[in-house]
Structure formats: C-alpha cells, structure tokens
C-alpha cells in the first residue's frame, strides 16, 4: 500500500507541475492533467514495485492420521472411509497425500487395503509445516492424537475431519507400578491400572507373574465406558530366588473382549539381595532425594536407600518398609558405592564400614543464616571439570552446616586429591571447598560434599533445574568409574516402555554423543543394533524403541522389555470436526510485485491521448 501511495503522489506533483499555468486560464484542462498524473503514477508504481494480492490459495495440505489406533478393535471399515475421505480432498486440493504420526512424510498412493501402523498420533510436525509454508491443512482423524493443543497453531482455513471407529468392548492393562529392585524373601507390591474404551468391558479375572512362577489372580468387574479400576496385588519374591533381572507381567481376560493386543503388560524388576549401591541418611531431606534420584540414573545395577525416622528406626526407601540396623551395617559394608548422609557416623566409623567407594554428605543445623554462600567452579576442577560450563552466576546460595568444615579438610589424609566446586560468602571472600575427593592409601575412592541446599537450584526451574543432577552426576561418574567392581554395562534407565516411546539409557559414558547397543529378543530372531543419541536439553541417552517384547541388552545390561503401543489403549478422542479458524481455500492470498505489461501499455496509451488532445486544444 505504502508503494502505491507513493506512485500517486509522483504522479499528482508531475500532472499539476505540468500543467499549473494552462489551469490558471482555463479549467476544461484538468482532465489532461488527470491522465498525466496517472500516466505517470503508472510508470512509477512499476518502477518501485508496488505490490497487488495475488491469486488466491486454493491448495492446502491434506492429511491422514496413519497411527494403529484405527486397527484397536478390528474395524477395518473406518480406516478405509478415512483413507477414501483424505484421497478425494487430495485430489480436489490437488496436492498429493501426506500422512502423520511417528512423523510427516508423503503417504503415496492410498488404497481401500492401507493399515495404519503408526505407533504414535503426533500432529505438531503437520502444524509446524502448515505454519512455515502458509498453507492451512486438512487433518482425517479418529481424533486420538498425542498433541491436540498443537492444532491451535494451524493456518487460517485448516480444519479436521474426524471418523469414528465403531469400538468393541475391550479392556486393557493400562499401566503397571513395582519397585524398581527387591531382595529375594521380599513382597512386591503391584499396582495394575484396567481401563475399557468407549463400549465399556465385561466381567473377568486379572493376573500377575514373575518370570515363570504361580500367577495370583484377582476378579475383575465390568466396567463403564472409559472406565477404570487400580488393583493392588502383593507378590511374594521366593527366598532362594537368584540374583538376576526378572520380568513382572501383568494380564487381563474379560468376556467379549475386542483386542487381545493390549491385554498385557511387562515390566523389569532387579531381583538382588546384595545391592550395588546403598544411600544411608540419618535426616532425609530434599537434597538426599535429588542425589538417589541421580545415583539410580548413573548405574545400571540396583541401588537401595535406607532412612533413620527415630533413634533406632530405619525404613527401606521408597516403600517404607522397617528394616533392621542390621540389614543397613550389611548392606553399606557390601556396597561398591556407599553414600552416608545426615550423621555420617551413625554406624561407626564410616571408612571402616567397607571396601568400595564412599561419599559423605555431613548435614545439620543451618549455619549463619545471614550470610549467602555461592557456588562456584575451582580453580582446578579435577574430575569435575565438567562443571565449567554451569550458569554458576545464575543459581541461588547453598547452605553451609553449623558443624560443617572445608571439604578438603573433612577428606583426611588421602592422596590424589581433587576439589571440585568452592563456595563464596557473597560472592566474595575467600573460597571454601564443598566437593572434594581424593583416594586413600587401599586405593579407596573417597568424596565428600560439605553444603547442602542444592536441591534449591531444581526447585527453582530454570537454569539451576539442570545444575544441581549435573553436579550430583558428576561425583557419583567418577566415583562409578573409579570403585573396584563397580559395574557400568548400558542398560535401560526405565523398567516400563511402551513401543512407539524413546528409551533413556544409562551407564554411557558422557564424553560419547551416539553409541550403539546390540540388544536381542528372548523369544528368538535376529538381535537389533539401537543407536543412543545424546538429548541436547536433559543430557540423557535416548533411542527408538524396538518392537514389542523382551530383550536381552548385550554386555549384561540386564532387560529391555516393550510393551504395546499407547496406540492400543482405551482413550476418548481429544478432537472433534469442523474448522480452525475458517473453511479450506480461505486462506488470504499472498500480495506480489504489480506486473509491468498492462500499467506500461496503459501509461503508453494516456500519454498519447494527452499529446493529441494538446495539439488540437493549441497547448505545446
């Protein structure tokens, strides 16, 4: 508009200077005034490239929701009408198919046999492509989808058209909780979540198992449309069960049901009684929950927490169990890795508690409360060098104990030592060390970490969100890396995965950015090669999941076991047809450059009409 503006101004100045004195005589000259001006403006708007709308859009991008949640139930008829609808208004748009799910990608020819298998319902790529060329699209849809909330950036003139498959009663293991480690003698405790979908499911039975013993069985009633029910089951782990992986399943069976697909659930469970790892905390805090949530991510072999609620009283973290002061004494005196927190001399000495790696986190009363200690980076760093790149001037003060000294100092006489990250009174003063190792004289690793508060930095969201399991993971690699024995095979970090889903690993070596592991099915074929590829936001190693099933991870890092596709489970459609934000082929058409043939020819024809009619007129 602005381009057009000032075309007729040129033109308005360049007819009236032409014609000012012929004006002032006779009026019946305006006219040829007129037809220069716009002569000009023409020749003008041409010259700057004035801009007009375009022809409007009448293509868009049709797509076709391609996940297995058509196929839940067996009801080829609504896969095939969608297919049908999604080919027509291709060809109408004329544009070809694209289809949706796992990712975005063309669809090809569609024919009345296409079975979706998609393991996932992911609509944000469709969005983010239909923002980025302008296009509205057309989404055909049982309405399930992963990410409904990411059609709210469609162009003007998107819209979904939902087909409802006819469901069958059907119920389905939705979820399935256990501890992650037990001890053989132990009781499981098994959380089973049912769910039906839209035509409710009968009456039935659920089961649950571990590997090849008796199943303990439960009845299960009929349930309502998208109804649920939670099953608490306790499972007696057999006392002269062997230290390995198992794998926990939990079934259902009910009358008329509609897929026997999702009637099971798997998940892995560490049977040991000797963990690897052991957390003992005399004063439990949010600090200690971060350092074990951490500690459980950095290795692949079990890991057990015990806290003191009352002189006297210990619980198994986690369930709460009451454990004996016995059992913890054996427990931390077998451990590879031994972390004491709170009162770090409750069961004695803790460098004669036993032979693997120790880390001592002294806790107590606040120190002086009006002073704000910061953390920052050594000078040499050692192991923690890591660290350098943290956003320190960005993380809230940590707390330093009452009783709590220099790090360095609570090491004893130890050699090869290191100090890690220092503390400032703020920000100034001289540094005091509140992480620092070193490896004594049996060639025991030792660190210790004087300050608490770190769990503030999570808390606080942010950069710090990722500060403080950064620096947790920091001490417990070099203590994983370095304790005699300690084992560090990769090895899935969850005991639950759904195909479909990315697995997060553990046990990678952090300096890696992809690596590879072989994993192979128990119930025969060929093994799979999964690619690890490093998160660049969380740090974690993630791959793709393989198909549903039980593998076996090469280089003993026990189970990986997959359950069905979330594609398979009862939900209710979180979108419904009609339009977002307009109908198709309603999207404003784009303005471009003015063509230069017609306003030339134009500005050709007014400047000779002008000059005739001056002529006969008698102007020069």
């Known amino acids: 508009m ?5 075309a007729a101004l040129v033109g308005v100045v360049v007819g009236l200077a032409g014609y000012a004195p ?7 000259f305006g006219w040829l005034a007129a037809a220069r001006a716009l002569a000009v403006a023409l020749v003008a708007a041409v010259a700057i490239g004035a801009r007009v709308a375009g022809r409007p859009r009448t293509d868009a991008i049709v797509a076709l929701d391609a996940s297995a949640s058509w196929t839940r139930g067996a009801d080829p008829t609504a896969a095939r009408a969608a297919a049908d609808s999604a080919g027509r208004l291709a060809s109408r748009a004329g544009v070809r198919l694209a289809a949706t799910g796992e990712s975005l990608r063309a669809a090809g020819p569609v024919t009345p046999d296409l079975r979706p298998s998609d393991r996932a319902s992911r609509v944000g790529a469709l969005a983010e492509s239909a923002a980025t060329t302008g296009l509205p699209f057309v989404l055909v849809t049982d309405g399930e989808v992963d990410d409904p909330d990411a059609v709210a950036r469609a162009p003007v003139g998107s819209r979904v058209v939902v087909v409802r498959p006819a469901r069958r009663a059907d119920a389905a293991v939705v979820r399935l909780d256990a501890p992650e480690t037990l001890a053989p003698g132990d009781t499981a405790t098994v959380t089973i979540t049912v769910g039906a979908d839209s035509a409710g499911a009968g009456a039935g039975r659920i089961g649950v198992r571990l590997d090849a013993s008796p199943t303990v069985e439960r009845a299960l009633p009929a349930l309502p449309g998208f109804g649920r029910t939670t099953f608490t089951v306790r499972l007696p782990i057999p006392a002269d069960a062997r230290a390995h992986t198992a794998v926990l399943s939990a079934f259902v069976s009910s009358a008329g049901d509609g897929d026997a697909r999702n009637d099971t659930a798997s998940r892995a469970l560490d049977v040991n009684a000797v963990p690897r790892a052991v957390v003992v905390s005399t004063a439990p805090d949010y600090d200690v929950g971060l350092a074990l949530a951490v500690l459980r991510g950095a290795f692949a072999v079990p890991v057990r927490a015990y806290y003191r609620v009352a002189p006297g009283a210990w619980r198994v973290a986690g369930t709460l169990a009451p454990a004996r002061e016995a059992d913890v004494r054996a427990a931390a005196a077998g451990a590879r890795v031994l ?11 803790p460098r004669t508690l036993g032979r693997g790696a120790l880390m001592l986190i002294p806790a107590g009363a606040p120190g002086d409360s009006a002073t704000d200690w910061y953390a920052g980076p050594a000078t040499a760093p050692g192991p923690l060098a890591v660290l350098a790149g943290l956003p320190w001037d960005s993380l809230p003060p940590v707390e330093i104990p009452g009783t709590g000294g220099d790090a360095r100092t609570a090491l004893g006489r130890v050699g090869e030592r290191w100090t890690g990250v220092v503390a400032r009174a703020g920000r100034r003063g001289p540094a005091r060390a509140i992480i620092a190792g070193g490896v004594d004289a049996a060639g025991r690793h030792l660190a210790v970490v004087a300050a608490g508060g770190f769990w503030r930095w999570a808390f606080r969201g942010g950069a710090g969100a990722s500060a403080a399991p950064a620096v947790w993971g920091a001490v417990f690699d070099w203590l994983a890396d370095e304790a005699p024995g300690a ?21 990678v070596v952090r300096t890696d950015t992809v690596t590879h592991v072989r994993v192979t099915p128990r119930a025969g074929g060929a093994p799979t090669t999964l690619a690890l590829r490093r998160d660049a936001e ?9 198909a549903p099933g039980v593998y076996d991870v090469s280089g003993g890092g026990g189970l990986l076991v997959v359950n069905a596709s979330a594609e398979l489970l009862p939900r209710a459609a979180a979108l419904r047809s009609g339009p977002i934000g307009g109908a198709l082929g309603e999207a404003p058409a784009p303005a471009v450059p003015i063509s230069p043939g017609w306003p030339l020819a134009a500005a050709t024809l007014l400047l000779c009409a002008e000059w005739v009619a001056r002529r006969r007129l008698g102007l020069r």
């Open 487 to 507: 084992a560090r095979a990769i090895a899935p970090a969850d005991a639950f995965v759904r195909s479909g889903a990315r697995v997060r690993w553990r046990g």
């Open 538 to 546: 969380s740090g974690e190693f993630r791959s793709d999941s393989p």
């Open 339 to 349: 972390v004491l927190h709170g009162d770090t001399a409750a069961l004695g000495d």
């Open 2 to 6: 602005t381009g057009w503006i000032f």
């Open 22 to 28: 012929a004006l002032r005589r006779r009026a019946a």
